[in-house]
């Protein structure tokens, strides 16, 4: 896939992920904040390397120890005075137990005077866990797994996340007795809720045991009797030791496309920062406001455009085959541009990853469709089976970015000439 329209939709990707990187963030609370005695850090998530990173930066010698715990591929060398540990996403693994009680055994020890720097970003759910009495990591991956294959959103499966845990939910908090918690958020989550961003370890939880029972009824999930058993225990709803300040979002994200696009001769129009319905309905959508812009001349959006939507959509597994949420978006929606010319649209998560696989999303034009049926291949088949991935592989449209170092949602946006 080659031409303008397919260099500017690359130009965006790179552009808006450089202006929601979380380096800058880090330093302005830090830059600005007296430590008193000891200060201690740890940084979880996609994103934990590069805030570590910015932490070492500022601090420097203040630091008496740091622990990073990201996703495999995702940390970009050593960092002073830190430990650098990687684990599973988005199931967790042995590593992320074992990260998470090194973590557990360093704060440990904290006095009332001393500060924890509490670094958190999008991914943090898998990667920061220890079950709670009672279960077992393969309980929670078991959980975990389901969820994923359902279709619930990720608020849905961070309320029960949060009970099978015992570092969710405002439990890690409580494990770090008297200390003062400076807690910086890195968001993935649409609206910022503090208890659902890597599922709260320092939040209060405003959910209940009543909400996740009724999650569990929703989509009648198979769970044993031990699952059960600890949803139906409370999570911490007072915290009194965090200071807490949010960076980045997906609005953000957002207004960074629309600002790249017009700088590359677009007019953005950013339809929603809160998009949060199933991933091929989103590719549907946006192949119909395609199709309305260019064969309606009295249409609100004026050529050259950028429509862009921000959020986070689901996938229902139905299928065997290999994708992810953005991905799963571009293949949809090349189905409903099939032959229209001077247009692409594209999908991308701000992590760099998309689903299980090594690609950040996908983009997809009029031709997409009839290159892949000319192959030989049924891209109707391959969208019903999930396996968008092997259909972009396969027309050229995978988006590769490389693991990013921040998470802030995704994207998707139609470009027209």
């Not at 904040?33 to 940084?43: G, L, N, R, W």
């Not at 001349?297 to 065997?320: Q, R, S, W, Y």
């Amino acid at each position: 896939m080659t031409g303008k329209l397919f260099q500017d939709a690359h130009t965006i990707v790179q552009e808006s992920i450089r202006e929601v990187l979380p380096d800058s963030a880090v330093k302005n609370v830090l830059e600005n904040t007296c430590f008193p005695k000891k200060v201690y850090v740890v940084a979880v998530g996609k994103a934990a390397w590069k805030m570590a990173a910015a932490c070492e930066e500022v601090l420097k010698g203040q630091i008496e120890k740091g622990i990073v715990l990201t996703k495999y591929g995702h940390s970009e060398g050593d960092i002073s005075r830190f430990e650098i540990l990687e684990a599973g996403h988005p199931v967790p693994d042995e590593n992320s137990v074992a990260g998470t009680q090194k973590i557990l055994e360093m704060v440990s020890g904290l006095q009332e005077d001393d500060t924890l720097l509490f670094l958190l970003s999008g991914g943090g759910s898998a990667l920061f866990e220890k079950p709670e009495e009672g279960l077992t990591l393969a309980d929670i991956q078991e959980a975990t797994e389901l969820c994923l294959a359902c279709g619930a959103h990720i608020e849905e499966i961070n309320t029960l996340r949060k009970r099978l845990s015992a570092v969710k939910g405002g439990k890690f908090a409580k494990l770090c007795g008297k200390a003062r918690i400076l807690e910086i958020i890195l968001s993935d989550v649409v609206g910022d809720r503090l208890d659902m961003i890597a599922s709260g370890p320092a939040c209060a939880d405003t959910s209940t045991c009543a909400d996740a029972l009724r999650i569990v009824e929703k989509y009648n999930l198979p769970f044993r009797a031990e699952i059960l058993s600890a949803l139906q225990k409370e999570t911490p709803d007072r915290i009194d030791n965090v200071e807490v300040h949010v960076t980045g979002s997906v609005s953000e994200f957002s207004r960074a496309a629309a600002k790249t696009a017009k700088s590359l001769g677009y007019t953005p129009y950013i339809v929603s920062t809160s998009v949060d319905c199933e991933a091929r309905e989103l590719g549907k959508y946006m192949a119909s406001v395609a199709r309305t812009i260019t064969q309606e001349p009295d249409c609100a959006f004026h050529k050259p455009c950028a429509v862009i939507c921000g959020g986070e959509t689901v996938v229902t597994l139905k299928g065997k085959g290999k994708g992810g949420r953005n991905q799963e978006i571009a293949l949809s929606a090349a189905l409903g541009i099939e032959g229209r010319k001077n247009l692409v649209i594209f999908s991308v998560s701000s992590d760099g990853t998309d689903g299980p696989t090594d690609a950040a999303g996908g983009i997809v034009d009029g031709d997409t469709v009839g290159l892949l049926r000319s192959k030989g291949l049924e891209p109707e088949k391959m969208l019903a089976e999930n396996d968008s991935y092997r259909a972009l592989q396969q027309s050229g449209g995978l988006l590769l970015t490389g693991a990013t170092g921040t998470n802030v949602n995704d994207i998707t946006v139609l470009l027209i000439e």
